[in-house]
């Protein structure tokens, strides 16, 4: 199929003009809310709006334009805003689609093609580890003028897998709710340091870093707390040897333990590949006996919890760490053995479906990025 070229500016409004009245709360979306793999943003938030940070609307697609979150897919669309309007950092494009020209979901997926990307990667300038896209140059490249009634049927296409991912993502906040409601159930007794029911617990591995080496290592970054962002893990010098023991397993706690930000952060894992190294600034919590790591999970990842960590922090605001000797010495107070038995008994399958939804939510994000090139190119006819 042959189509014409035209400017990228002709087909998207860029930057588009939006009021928000200050001292008004809006929903704010940060960066880290925006994971490359899905459509939406994860949360929203109220916020005071004092006059900083980039606005947008419903239907609008936001763009990283800052190294490395712009090299890391960060694109997202928006929906769901109260009023309608929000803001957020100050570090996106706002691309929005032009009446009777293109389609909002068009342009989600249009904005996630190599094209676009790597012309704004290239375009990219300013000091180390502030580099900056240059708006200038995404407005003038040259993309495909697709009509409006082919670019709807592509949207259609690739959105269906972003619902299904979105399905899965609910469902999987609410198998996390009802975890959540079992184990306020049980009452804690019995005070216990982390210590005494450790398999292991210690740092990851020191990394060495080499792309598209096959071999992967979860940082902090990663961590979202229920669950994983697979899109930064970091790829690892394949020659790299790395213990047994610094291998996530099935059933470890993965907590952050080093940089402001996500300190403290927990994961429960729950993949079975045992593919991953973990990171140097990640903590591993493992037990033989793995209902006292499931209640562990929810305590930690409690308002209490996470508030006990952030007592434990130490160092400056460059350097905040959560020692391994601390968390050793950490007591926490579980309920008797026999009640931690049945609570993993109850949500052992929570967790494995689960994992079966987050395995299901990789293969369809697999699918959609092979279309998503094929369908922007005309290589599929739709």
């Not at 949360?43 to 490395?68: H, M, S, V, W």
């Not at 972003?162 to 959540?180: M, T, Y």
């Not at 026999?338 to 939804?357: A, G, H, M, N, S």
Request: glycine share 6%; with cysteine.
């Amino acid at each position: 199929m042959s189509w014409a070229e035209i400017a990228l500016s002709e087909l998207v409004e860029f930057s588009p003009k939006i009021s928000l009245e200050k001292g008004e709360l809006y929903d704010h979306i940060p960066m880290e809310a925006i994971d490359s793999g899905i459509k939406y943003p994860r949360e929203t938030y109220q916020k005071e709006y004092t006059g900083g940070g980039t606005k947008f609307a419903n239907g609008d697609t936001l763009f990283a334009r800052i190294t490395p979150c712009l090299e890391n897919g960060k694109i997202a669309k928006v929906k769901d805003l109260e009023k309608q309007v929000g803001f957020g950092s100050t570090e996106y494009f706002v691309l929005r689609a032009k009446e009777n020209i293109s389609d909002s979901d068009f342009v989600y997926y249009l904005a996630k093609t190599d094209l676009v990307r790597q012309t704004a990667i290239k375009s990219m300038s300013g000091a180390d580890g502030r580099q900056r896209a240059d708006k200038g140059a995404v407005e003038q490249l040259m993309v495909l003028n697709i009509p409006l009634p082919t670019q709807r049927k592509i949207a259609s296409i690739l959105s269906a897998y972003d619902d299904l991912i979105e399905n899965n993502l609910k469902r999987i906040k609410l198998l996390e709710a009802k975890a959540q409601l079992h184990y306020t159930q049980y009452k804690p007794i019995v005070k216990i340091a982390l210590q005494e029911i450790a398999d292991y617990l210690g740092r990851g591995v020191t990394p060495k870093y080499e792309e598209g080496s096959g071999f992967y290592a979860i940082n902090q970054k990663a961590n979202k707390g229920s669950l994983l962002e697979y899109s930064q893990f970091k790829a690892l010098d394949s020659k790299l040897e790395v213990p047994e023991d610094k291998l996530a397993k099935w059933g470890d706690l993965l907590i952050n333990s080093l940089g402001e930000g996500t300190l403290g952060r927990v994961h429960f894992y729950t993949d079975k590949s045992d593919l991953y190294a973990v990171d140097q600034h990640m903590s591993i919590f493992r037990t033989l006996k793995q209902h006292y790591t499931f209640y562990l999970y929810q305590f930690l990842s409690s308002n209490y919890g996470q508030g006990l960590l952030d007592s434990l922090k130490k160092g400056g605001t460059n350097m905040t760490m959560l020692n391994i000797s601390d968390l050793r010495q950490l007591i926490v107070s579980f309920p008797p053995e026999k009640d931690l038995v049945e609570l993993w008994i109850i949500c052992k399958p929570l967790f494995q479906l689960k994992q079966t939804l987050i395995t299901q939510n990789t293969k369809l994000r697999e699918a959609r990025d092979i279309l998503l090139p094929k369908l922007m190119n005309g290589q599929i006819e739709v």
